[in-house]
């Protein structure tokens, strides 16, 4: 293995975005179908009991390494593929698909994010997140806010932002850092004292942009 980064597909995966994808590919389920033909693709993982059987029969003869799993187990699809990619020796994954219309399952894959740390981001297609416990230079990418929610009781300083902190405690149940704005598109440094951080960058909907920026403060 040459690479140190692989990209997870998930069912929930946005086409636009996994046609963008360089890096090596680990598809999970019925994710599979959106990569069949991608060129790194490594594999594929899951319990594939969402597909028919055409489907499946068509995944069973790419020439990858296909894992699969109990369809009664008791970890998830993602977690498997999280621990597989690692184990393959893949240092960062970026994951495609995590979340989704489904809250508990989105739920669940924040958790997944909180155990795994510094080395796996959702991205989405409005925006990414992060679980970080060092300090961060944050960038804005071309995103338009950023929020910040303790996954454990935390203390933090945030500067080189429109809302600025200087060693708050935050603990589970505190939404103050919801929405933040970077000055002028410049990084904002994020210090994590102690404790963990979900850290999440969001693009805002064109339209609901348009109405906040008129004033309509009521939705």
Known sequence: M??????IVTPLADMNM???ITD???AVDAGVLQ??????LIGAIGDFDSMDQHDYSMVRSI???????NVKKDIT??????AYGFDQGYQWVDVYGAIGKRIDHSYANILLLSHYGDHVRYVMENGDMVVKQTDMVLPCDNYD???LFAMQ????SIQDALYPLDHHQLNTMDPLCISNQWLNHRPALISIHYGKLLVIRIKENPIYHSIMQKGDNSI
């Open 77 to 82: 699809d993602l977690d498997a593929a999280l």
């Open 63 to 69: 020439p990858v390494p296909l894992v699969k799993l």
């Open 18 to 20: 996994v046609s963008t």
């Open 145 to 147: 806010r950023f929020s």
């Open 153 to 156: 009781q935390s203390c933090i």
């Open 2 to 7: 040459v690479s140190t980064k692989l990209a």
């Open 35 to 40: 990569v069949l033909n991608h060129p790194r």
């Open 24 to 26: 090596d590919i680990l």
